[in-house]
């Protein structure tokens, strides 16, 4: 009946403009792309087209959105929030005249037509960076996609610059997650991330540069010059990274400066003295540190390591085939980790969702203990002063109404017991036991190892 209804109104030559709230309500997926074909069969300018009518639809479903040329992006409307002006790309925007763009809205898939719907979506470079990154979300309560973000896997060396330009067109926030030789290779993309970003530049002024750009140049020439000049003296070190073992005929120089980077960032600053005395590797590790740490706070994040099998705990790190299958086996031992140990692995990693996510780690404990103080010292006050008569539960829902019934009070060996109801509350601590004499703020915070 729901689908009749639209197709009337989309049939009736006597409606000009039909604006349909969320046609793909209750809809199979199939029925969902039917109806969008039968949309854009009539979509149009009346005045330009016989049976043409306008047509404009609000819609959580990417099965309603067709996008086949830079031109279809056109027709697309963003909101993000009631007090800000929804985005909508003009017809002008010399980005769409782009053959990067053009190929890439020619590949979009399932996956980028999802990242529509997000205000902050977060670049990877492949499969194995999604499954990576959605288990280390779900380990450490980090919840990308309730935050509004959403992972999009980036296929293609080179593609991350001209993914970021074509979303921020579309009025987004990307934030990047990119292999190691995204900036040992050059500059393109941290450029992406630095260009027009006066807050970077006003950073990069603190530094002594005159730009963010100019700061991220020097530092990518002089470490350029540097491994060209005394690659005999980390060599040492440098070999033994993947990107060095697995390198391609005739890609040696690139394969220098890609294992060199990420050498400097697994070698200790005591280690890396012992290569040089002149402080050299040292010098440009710390220049680089500071590069790294702008980037970050303009959404781009480097995997200083290398890619992200450089950092498995279980899994072969040098793998180059079946990657995928490596980061199945590699989320399996998480579990058998604490998140602690976790994020000490992949604090790269997790410091890029963290922002991606806008996350705070929700603590059960902090988001209980005003509830339960509420109740408690109201009801210690009257336990202390001897009422031995007196139900603690009923005068708590005097004071929580229903919410009370998450906690349950009792008098148990001369001593106020609170207990937690609640299966679905993780909390440990309970039951509190308080004595007359005791502090009831100090003892809760105590029992429930907050720092309030």
Known sequence: MHLVGILAALYDDEVGALLLDEPEVSLHPQLQAFLLKEILSVAGHPAVGVNKKIIIIATHSTEMLQIQSPEDLLSLVFCYDLMVDPVQIPADAGELKSKKVQSLIARLGQEHKLSLFSKRPLLVEGPSDVIICSALAA??????????????????????????????????????????????????????????????????????????????????????????????EIVGRAELHPYWVNRSTGEEEQARRRSTFCALFTTDDIELYKVATDGAWVAIKSRFTALLDLLEHCGLFILRRGSIESYYLSSDQFTSIGKPSAAVSEID?????????????????????????????????????????????????????????LNFNVLARSILGERSKIFDLTVEDDRLVISIESKILNVSGFPVALGKDDDVLKSINVALATNS
């Open 333 to 389: 031992c998480f579990s058998q980790l604490s998140q602690k140990d976790v994020e000490n692995a992949y604090g790269d990693v997790v410091r890029c969702i963290r922002d991606a996510s806008n996350a705070e780690v929700i603590c059960e404990a902090d988001a209980l203990r005003d509830l339960l103080l509420s109740v408690v010292a109201p009801a210690h006050a009257r336990f202390k002063s001897g009422d031995p008569s």
């Open 139 to 232: 380990k450490l309560d980090m919840h990308l996609e309730a935050a509004g973000s959403q992972l999009l896997p980036v296929i293609g060396k080179g593609q991350m610059p001209t993914v970021t330009k074509l979303l921020r067109l579309l009025g987004k926030t990307p934030v990047a997650l990119a292999d190691a030789d995204g900036i040992s290779d050059g500059i393109e993309l941290t450029n992406s991330f630095l260009n027009d970003n006066p807050a970077a530049d006003a950073r990069a002024s603190t530094l002594g540069f005159s730009s963010a750009n100019q700061m991220a140049g020097a530092i990518f020439g002089d470490f350029c010059n540097l491994v060209d000049r005394r690659w005999n």
